[in-house]
Nanobody
Framework: QVQLVESGGGLVQPGGSLRLSCAAS????????MGWYRQAPEKQREMVAM???????VYEDSVTGRFTISRDNDKNTIYLQMNSLKPDDTAVYYC??????????????WGQGTQVTVSS
């Protein structure tokens, strides 16, 4: 079983920055693609950024140029640096991971989420 724990959310003014972290722990063989999703009130969950094990990243259009995803494979951790934040970025941000168990099976795992609020 893998546990994903997010941290770094909070309240920030428009134009400000936050850095989210997601650390994976527990018993697993490997982590493949990992990423961040977000869900605003009354909206569907959407992908924000994803990163492969070798560091290739993709971004949702509205965050391109403002957000940067990175990962540290030695620490089983990913990060999301968020700059030039806008009120529309307000949401619960969830960490996601494609996990391979020691039995060779693959499954998707989610963190509990961290609230990001952008407001003056």
């Amino acid at each position: 079983q893998v546990q994903l724990v997010e941290s770094g959310g909070g309240l920030v003014q428009p134009g400000g920055s936050l850095r989210l972290s997601c650390a994976a722990s527990g018993s697993f063989f490997s982590l493949y693609a990992m990423g961040w999703y977000r869900q605003a009130p009354e909206k569907q969950r959407e992908m924000v950024a994803m990163i492969s094990r070798n560091g290739s990243a993709v971004y949702e259009d509205s965050v391109t140029g403002r957000f940067t995803i990175s990962r540290d494979n030695d620490k089983n951790t990913i990060y999301l640096q968020m700059n030039s934040l806008k009120p529309d970025d307000t949401a619960v941000y969830y960490c996601n991971a494609d996990v391979q168990s020691y039995l060779g099976t693959r499954h998707n795992s989610w963190g509990q989420g961290t609230q990001v609020t952008v407001s003056s």
